[in-house]
């Protein structure tokens, strides 16, 4: 009998555990969520990416004007970032001996942002703001609702959820710039 508060596992039943369903990798008897429910709503959060890779591709490639290079510079590396969350999350959906949906019919359905090209370059600062600030509401939804439930996903949410947050305050900062005038209340 353990005292409240303590560690105590039965490795013996662990180790007989790990021999069983061998098929499902490394999902193993204490995974703590709904795996089709945790499935679905990653794959969810992989089209977002999609999207806001190929809006940040289309505005790396768009922009135009005299300040532009610094922003397809930023808009460019923001679409390898937004890219490396996209591989993350199949890769996680892959773990959890899910599919990753990346066929292109569905994604913008899918998708909690919204593919906007602006017509000019403020325009298109301002979308991916906009874009940024909803993936950061729903990246803190998502990590609120894995919890302790499962943290490895958790864990690799509040790594995206950074980034986002990193990307929001560069669209910021430029959106700042090419406008002539602070948005932020001090």
């Known amino acids: 009998m353990t005292t409240p508060g303590t560690f105590a596992s039965d490795i013996a039943a662990i ?13 193993t008897p204490n995974y703590g969520g709904d795996v089709e429910k945790a499935i679905s709503l990653l794959n ?6 999609i999207v806001c890779v190929l809006r940040y591709r289309f505005h790396a490639v768009a922009a135009s004007g005299l300040a532009s290079d610094s922003v397809k510079a930023e808009f460019t590396e923001h679409a390898g970032d937004e890219e490396q969350h996209l591989l993350w999350l199949a890769e996680r959906i892959n773990q959890l001996g899910g599919k990753p949906q990346m066929n292109p019919a569905g994604v913008s359905a899918r998708s909690a942002t919204e593919y906007v090209e602006g017509s000019n370059l403020v325009d298109m600062i301002r979308e991916n ?21 499962d ?16 990307h929001a305050n560069d669209m910021h900062d430029l959106l700042v710039s090419h ?4 948005m932020l209340n001090h």
């Open 129 to 149: 703001l906009i874009a940024e600030r909803i993936a950061i509401e729903t990246y803190r939804d998502l990590i609120r609702y894995f919890a302790d439930k």
């Open 15 to 27: 180790r007989k555990r790990a021999r069983e369903h061998l098929e499902q990798g490394a999902l």
């Open 179 to 182: 406008e002539g005038r602070p």
């Open 44 to 49: 969810d959060a992989v089209a977002t990416e």
């Open 151 to 166: 943290p490895t996903t958790r864990s690799l949410l509040e790594k995206i959820l950074a980034q986002e947050e990193d």
